[in-house]
T-cell receptor
């Protein structure tokens, strides 16, 4: 089983609120990711990190921001939530290997903005 | 063109059927390949890695054809519990590389 945890699992918030989705992994992985996925749709990479103090934007433009101050922690923040941000957010991690090690996903955070 | 393309699906098959999923990748520098399984409203989980020589895990067989840039997954004797979306994944770029996910193919196994 993967040791990667996301909180909150489910959240309903009002428009304009600030929200931080937490993600922690205890596997010592260097690489961490945030994906956005609507029900029945494909995964979209929105942020990733190669290690501490490294953050990169993914393929899908996102108004969210991330930080990587500690290896095990990769929170995602929305400064002002909008209904268009309603989605599932999946955090993931992998080892920083040259052969593309297995990526492990958290259980996801379901965000609804009303 | 998407970097990783899969059969659009959905595949609706009876129990016991054999079903094959195909996946093509556009980046010839891709180094590693995987199949992930995602159940409805759950996170993706690794099903199996794909090796150049082909590999088998019980009822599941994965094959890679680098010349054609093609990956396949064969499921024999399908079970109701195999119903899920199957994601093809390619990795390239070395230690700074990234994983590219396909859109996924939905499988529904009926009694």
């Amino acid at each position: 089983e993967a040791d990667i945890y996301q909180t909150p699992r489910y959240l309903v918030i009002g428009t304009g609120k600030k929200i931080t989705l937490e993600c922690s992994q205890t596997m010592g992985h260097d690489k961490m990711y945030w994906y956005q996925q609507d029900p029945g749709m494909e995964l979209h990479l929105i942020h990733y990190s190669y290690g501490v103090n490294s953050t990169e934007k993914g393929d899908l433009s996102s108004e969210s921001t991330v930080s990587r101050i500690r290896t095990e922690h990769f929170p995602l923040t929305l400064e002002s939530a909008r209904p268009s941000h309603t989605s599932q957010y999946l955090c993931a991690s992998s080892e920083r290997g040259s052969s593309g090690n297995t990526i492990y996903f958290g259980e996801g955070s379901w965000l609804t903005v009303v | 063109r998407k970097e990783v393309e899969q059969d659009p699906g959905p595949f609706n098959v009876p129990e016991g059927a054999t079903v094959a999923f195909n996946c093509t990748y556009s980046n010839s520098a891709s180094q590693s390949f995987f199949w992930y399984r995602q159940d409805c409203r759950k996170e993706p989980k690794l099903l199996m890695s794909v090796y150049s020589s082909g590999n088998e895990d019980g009822r599941f067989t994965a094959q890679l054809n680098r010349a054609s840039q093609y990956i396949s997954l064969l499921i024999r004797d399908s079970k109701l519990s195999d119903s899920a979306t199957y994601l093809c994944v390619a990795f390239y770029g070395g230690s700074q590389g990234n994983l590219i996910f396909g859109k996924g193919t939905k499988l529904s196994v009926k009694p």
